[in-house]
């Protein structure tokens, strides 16, 4: 009797010590995890927008770093040493401030493959990726120029960002970057006059992750690209009545009903939930329920869900 209590004690223990922390995905299987699920304000006391796929227990694909994420992503057990790229949807602050802390924090990491970072081309509104790197590290004009020796060409530290410009002017979907564990594809999306992409992750192991980005959804890229996704990340920014700037950056609950709908995607997620829509939800889910029938979920901080 005293050896199956002792057993089943051993047991018990093994299963708690298996069991992921609080804010942690499972170690077992692929994931999205959301980092940031809110938008530019610090009032909604969320991170701004940041998720994570995860594969077998490790931290793969970085999509945007808005403000408050690079904790999150520390809080969920991630590290830079084992990401495959980052990703960015564009260059708004909430999609990009915390990327420096990123790069700082992989110093201690002993992250030695150089890091792919992908992103938009630029206009006068906004910079590319590869001259958003810049304007952050550059070692004579950069903002922490102490940085610098991680912009391609350095080769200071063991390893170095390699930023990749995608053309935002194009209705093509394009597979822009794919390895052992998956392909990233990518098409431009309408978010007023700044260059912005909506992105698609397939996984070797089975299962496919679209993300919206910011958009007003004017192109109409979205059902193409995230066409049988398992998952559909579109953000929720504005409730159905909004108008003027808000309408001309984001799309209303309605639209990312129906082109989920068009999609076929298995399941919506929504997310960068800002003052705009947060205590909306009943009335956004019915405006959306009214073209699309799969499950709705509304993000929050470390959320995880499974793919598929």
Known sequence: MRFLAVLLLLLSAGIAAAAPEPGQCPRQGNWLQVLGSGGPEVQDRRASTSYLIWIDGKARLLLDAGGGSALRFGEAGAEVKTLDAVVFSHFHVDHS??????????????????????GPDGNRFLPSTREFLQRLFDADRGAWPYLSHFLPGQRHFAYELQPMDITSDSDELRKVRENERMSLSAVRAHHGPLPALSWRVDLKQGGSVSFSGDMSGRYGNLPKLAKNSDLLVAHHA????????????????SLIGQFAAEAGARRLLLSHRMLRSLGHE???RSLIEKSYSGEIVFANDLDCFPIP
């Open 97 to 118: 401030a915390d990327f420096p802390v990123l790069v700082k924090s992989s110093f201690f990491e002993g992250r030695e493959a150089d890091l792919p970072v992908l």
């Open 282 to 284: 009943e009335e956004s």
């Open 238 to 253: 504005i409730a159905e009545e909004t108008t003027g700037v808000g309408r001309l950056l984001h799309m209303p609950p």
